[in-house]
Structure formats: C-alpha cells, structure tokens
C-alpha cells in the first residue's frame, strides 16, 4: 500500500502551515547544534588539537 503526500496547496492551509513551522525550526535548530558541535566537540588543527573551548580555558586558566 503506498500512502500520498499532500501537497501543501492541496492540503489546506494547516497543512502549508505546518510545513512552514518545520522548516523555520529546522532552520533555527540546526545551525545551532553544528555550531555546538564545532566549538565543543571538534578539534582544531589550528588549536593544536583542541577544541574551541579547551582553548579558551588554558587562557581563562592563567
């Protein structure tokens, strides 16, 4: 059985709405959490191994 997709002007307007509302919250989340990750997670070469934060510390530190 396959199941249709409605397009959003063949849904009616909750439907287009509800569309819109996960694409802004995509939008809004996601550079969020790659921005997370890049200054917490991942290493910088350029930080001789350490992330972002790391770095920060050592200077914080003394």
Do not use: C, I
């Not at 397009?7 to 996960?22: C, D, F, N, R």
């Not at 350029?46 to 992330?51: D, E, I, R």
Request: glycine share 10%; aromatic share 14%; no cysteine.
């Amino acid at each position: 059985m396959q199941s249709e997709v409605a397009l959003p002007w063949e849904g009616g307007p909750g439907v287009y709405l509800a569309a819109s509302v996960s694409a802004w919250t995509w939008g809004k989340a996601y550079p969020a959490a790659w921005r997370d990750d890049y200054n917490q997670v991942r290493p910088h070469t350029s930080l001789s191994g350490l992330t972002p934060n790391e770095y920060a510390r050592l200077f914080q530190a003394g």
